[in-house]
């Protein structure tokens, strides 16, 4: 029957079962038959529709460690450098206890936390004023770390860099940590750009964050507008998202409603109680997992796909 016969061929020709990565236990979908689809509209755009968007703590870094170790957030590398005055460290310390528990509150309404988190980041910049610092402080903290990175992050940004995939490391840290570690470790390829709050200096002093301020709930494409980095990527609507926090999520939400998103989140701390809405929120839960594999997974199928239809036009045209 033709209908039939119609069916067998819009048939998708990647199954979700064959992808192995994904059959794996700690990954789990709520809706695999669009992860399905989303990746074979991937596979079929092919590398130069894809865009990358990633969180950085406990995202691009690990969340456990082999050895137990405690990876510092960005905010948590500057916070350790020696030369902070003291009353930085206790002063900052206090906002922290003030301000965290607000921006995890899970009844207080998004707008409310907003205006807190405004105050947060703002105060958090005023206490990082009026003293001299040196990054190379950074950059000694940061170096103790570069092996906190996923496994894999190394394999898997030579992948992003290879297949010309422009990748958006957004951070509502502090982005002087962010660089430095991503340097360190040999992955700030050119087509990584980080986004986050970086420091100012004023006459050789400290003098806050630069503008424009990402919080926590601003962290999505929207701040881009119009910028240098919005202009190379607007067009492609082809995105990965990654992230450890629910928020993460909405990363992207300043592109084209028409996009194709696929929204992995890392999941590790309070694995039952943040099932549920990890699942709702994400297409791709992983829980515990410390590594790049399922989104080198996703690269490999774009990449053998754009491999064979290259040799198919190579050979058309001999
Ligand atoms: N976060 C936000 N601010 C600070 C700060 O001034 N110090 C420290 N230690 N942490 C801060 O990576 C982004 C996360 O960093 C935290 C202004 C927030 O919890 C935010 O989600």
């Known amino acids: 029957m033709g209908c039939e016969e119609k069916q067998e061929t819009t048939k998708p020709s990647l199954r979700i079962q064959d992808i192995p990565v994904l059959m794996q236990d700690h990954c789990r979908m709520l809706d695999p038959s669009k992860v399905e689809r989303i990746i074979n509209e991937f596979v079929q755009g092919g590398p130069e529709r894809m865009q990358l968007v990633s969180d950085f703590d406990y995202t691009i870094t690990k969340q456990r460690t082999e050895d137990g170790s405690v990876v510092p957030s960005s905010f948590g590398i500057f916070n350790a450098c020696q030369s902070l005055p003291d009353s930085f460290k206790t002063e900052s310390d206090k906002l922290y ?22 105050e947060w980041w703002t105060k958090s910049g005023a206490l990082a004023t009026g003293f001299p ?109 990654m992230g450890d926090s629910l928020g993460d999520a909405d990363m992207a939400s300043g592109v084209p409603a028409s996009s194709h ?53 190579t050979q058309s045209t001999l």
């Open 133 to 241: 610092f040196d990054q190379s402080e950074i950059d000694q903290i940061a170096s103790k770390y570069k092996n906190a990175l996923r496994d894999r992050t190394h394999e898997f940004f030579a992948d992003l860099q290879r297949l010309g995939i422009p990748t958006l490391v957004f951070s509502a840290g502090l982005g002087n940590s962010v660089v430095s570690l991503l340097r360190q470790a040999n992955v700030m390829h050119p087509n990584v750009k980080v986004v986050s709050n970086f420091l100012q200096f004023r006459n050789g002093l400290l003098d806050g964050f630069q503008q424009p301020m990402i919080h926590t709930f601003n962290k999505n494409e929207t701040v881009l507008d119009g910028s240098e980095y919005y202009n190379l990527v607007h067009t492609r609507d082809h995105i990965i998202v």
């Open 261 to 313: 998103i696929i929204k992995i989140g890392f999941l590790f701390e309070h694995v039952e109680a943040n099932m549920d809405k990890y699942m709702k929120t994400f297409d791709i839960v992983l829980v515990d997992d410390q590594t790049m594999d399922v989104p080198r997974a996703l690269l490999a199928l774009i990449e053998k796909q754009h491999q064979l239809k290259q040799q198919a036009t």
């Open 97 to 118: 206890h003030k301000y965290r528990p607000i921006e995890i509150d899970p009844h207080m309404p998004i707008p409310e936390k907003v205006q807190y988190m405004v």
